[in-house]
């Protein structure tokens, strides 16, 4: 086994994670994000000790479930996502992970729509893993909602793959990395894990 294999497998998924992936294939239209990738947001979840976390994107609960993992006793991660075939199957996940409902708070409707509701400087984390589209815009709500010190992370960051085949999704992927590096509030890290996983931290006051 090739180090980056090694690397890929080093934290596995167990029975909870292993079902939700299973929701996902079987209600179709949403790919789970991979070990790698959730091992490394539970990590950087509990680097910052975080207590409050939203996410853009349920699913059907993987990352939730690598989320809360991470995230400090008795936090709160609130999930948007805008299918509620999702929504239902993510909350049967959570409950499977052992983690009581109102840890969750799950929010049906457009992320466009629900971060302008959520208050300014009380997240700890924000993490995307939604259409990389709205990437962009995505990135200017998290550095509202986000505390000093906090950690924005964005999943499919890199323009690779089936992006090239979209020009649209293409393009904003480029200019979200070309949004974080330039901006000085920001100290970023593009890791290659997956299609991409895009992280930063927003500096101090």
């Known amino acids: ?13 167990d029975e909870p994670l292993l079902a939700a992936r299973a929701y996902a294939a079987d209600l179709g239209g949403t790919e789970p994000v991979q070990p790698a990738v959730g091992a490394t947001i539970r990590f950087l979840a509990c680097a910052v000790g975080a207590r409050t976390v939203v996410e853009i994107g349920t699913g059907c609960g993987s990352s939730g479930i690598w989320l809360l993992r991470g995230m400090r006793p008795g936090s709160t991660l609130t999930s948007v996502d805008i299918e509620p075939e999702y929504q239902r199957m993510a909350r049967k996940a959570f409950t499977q992970a052992g983690f009581a409902q109102n840890q969750c708070r799950l929010i049906l409707g457009r992320a466009l729509d629900v971060l302008p509701r959520l208050s300014d400087g009380a997240y700890d984390m924000v993490f995307c ?77």
């Open 1 to 13: 086994m090739g180090p980056l294999a090694y690397a890929a497998e080093y934290v596995p998924e």
């Open 129 to 205: 893993d939604a259409d990389v589209r709205d990437y962009p815009d995505y990135l200017i709500a998290a550095l509202r909602l986000l505390r000093p010190g906090g950690v924005v992370a964005f999943n499919n960051a890199l323009p690779t793959g089936t992006l090239r085949d979209d020009p649209e999704a293409f393009d904003s992927t480029t200019d979200l990395a070309h949004q974080v590096r330039g901006d000085d509030r920001l100290v970023p890290v593009l890791i290659p894990l997956g299609n991409g996983l895009l992280a930063a931290v927003k500096r101090g006051d």
